[in-house]
Structures are given as structure tokens and as C-alpha cells.
């Protein structure tokens, strides 16, 4: 495949404090773009990171058609990058594309893009502890006509950024009873804006009661839990890991996917199956609920310290070594190649 390759002028590499980098602010110096004109993916070109011209009619920005992907490139201990589980991300972005009735990438563009700004962009992949480069593959809609209408023609781009760890405390949720996120038959397993922006509301609600963030749970009763904004989530008692099964409501998490596979092997039995808010307040008050933690790309396995029903609480104690901390570490460790890859999931990028 040929992509052209324009280079940016200058880099702003130097303006970057990679001890002190925030999630989703430094956007390295190039991003891949392509465009589908209702045949073909057309154009496929590596160029500068700015603004790009774009008409006001683009009916992403009317009707929604928009959808991502976020995964993160690692420089591993043996000062190789290494992207974490691509091909994974490949195929959840097409079925979020399904669901939008948007045009599918091609896998060789996925990964093309991916493999072509990691080259080109490699030195903002650092070694630095709790660093990554986050990449955000994103196709949108650019049909210019106000009827409602699957687009013909789209946009796909890939966006990289330097980041580093994500949340640094443990949180304070709020399970959520009164908005919803996602309905069976609607778009809850897809990546795609809508869904997020139908979010903010309930978050920053949340937010000024002192939550760190909303557990969502079914539309109808509100009593069955589901995921957080952009993490799914986990419950550990007796050596039972449990998480609610993917039932067209819940993201398709592959942090989710890796901690379940993960657990397996450290002797966990793991069932994804319905969760309610009444059996996760029997186990507390029965003393054995042991952890509740989150997984996600963004912030890996992070511990959850309280959650709040109806203004009724739960706190956990969270220990030292426990289970979150352990899939994080071991996770890390795969990403930087400090053992062994025993699922496969590092795609090595040669610089
Ligand atoms: C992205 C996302 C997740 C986590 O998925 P990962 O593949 O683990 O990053 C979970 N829930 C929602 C709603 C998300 O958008």
C-alpha cells in the first residue's frame, strides 16, 4: 500500500515534559488520514498534526455517524514499541461501524495507519515508568446534505498522543438511577460519540455531589450494574472474579478481556454474568466482598473505594497487593516485554 508521506515543518517534541504528561494533551507531531469517496479509501497520507478543512455540513456533526478506538504503543525494556492487542481494536471498530451503517476500514489501513505514526512519531513513544502513546484510530461522516442518510463518504484518521498514567487515586462511585447509557438495541457495544455525549450530564451531576464517576445500570429498573463512562467493571468475593456479561448494553472491553484471561491463569474462576446492586450490598454486608475495580485502556485496572446507592455507601478497604494492583502489574509487565507474551497480545512495530 502507498502512503505518502508530507512531514511536519518543526517538531514540538521539545515543548513536551514527559515526567508530567496529562491524559489526551500532547498530541505528537503527525497524524495518518485517509478518505473514503463512496468507492475507495483514497489518499492515504502520514501529515502534520493541525487543523484540517472541513464543511460545516458534514453530517457527522448533524446526525452522529462518528466512531473511535483507543489503544496504546509501549516502548518495552528492550527499547522495542510494542502496540497492545491491535488487531482486537481492528475488529471492534468495524463492528461499531456496522451498527453506525458506516463504511468498514480495510485491515491493511488500520494497520498501516498504526504502524506508519508509531515509525514516524517514535520518539514520543518514551520509556519513561507509567508512560504510553495513546493512539485514537476515528472515522466520521462527511456527506454534505442535511437529508438523514448513511454518509457515502468518510473520513478515517489516527491520532497519536504521549500520555501518562491515567487516574492516580482510587474511585468514589456513584451508581447511577436515574439517566441511562445504553438500551439492548441500541448502540451501547459500539465506540461511537453519541453514547458519550449522552453521558456528561449524569457525570457532571456526579461530579458536583463529589463522585469521581457514574456505575451505569439497566434502562428499565435501574438494579442490574453495567460499566462506568469508559471502563467496564470487576467484583472479586471468595476466589470468584464476576463481571456483567456483554449484553449489547456493555462495551466490549479488551483491558476487560485481558483481566478476565489474566485472572484464569492466577487460579480465579471468572463468570460474566447479571450483576445486581442487591447481591453486590448482601456480599458487603456480609463481609465477603473483597474489591471492586475498573479496567479499561486509559487507566488499566484501577481499585474502586467506595460506591454509592440511593446515598447509601459502600467503602472498601483496598490493600496493598491486591488483586487490581496484580493484573496491572502483570499487564505492565507483558506490555514492556519483562515476561513472557503468552497470549500473543504485543504487535511489534519495527522502527
Ligand atoms: C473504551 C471503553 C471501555 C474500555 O475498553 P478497552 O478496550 O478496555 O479500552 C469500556 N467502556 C466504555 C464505554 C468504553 O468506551
Redesign the pocket.
Known sequence: MSIKIITCKKSRIDKVDFQNLSFGKEFSDHIFITEFDGKNWVNKRIQPFEAIPLNITLSALHYGQSIFE?LKAFRDINNQIQIFRPKDNFIRMNKSANRMCMQEIPEDIFFSGLVELCKIDNKWISNIQGNSYYLRPLMFAIDDSFGVHASENYVFAIIGCAVGAYYSKNLKLKVETEFSRACIGGTGFA?TAG?YAASLLATKKANKEGYDQILWTDVIEHKYIE??????IFLLYENKLITPNLRGTV?D????DSVIKLAITFGYSVEERVISIDEIIQLHTSNKLIEIFA????ASVISIKELSYYGHSINLEIKENNLASKLKNKLEEIKLSKTDDIFNWNFHVKI
Open positions: 483507543g465506540k453514547n460499566e462506568l463512562g469508559s471502563s467496564n462495551l472491553g479488551i483491558t476487560r479496567t479499561g485502556t486509559a
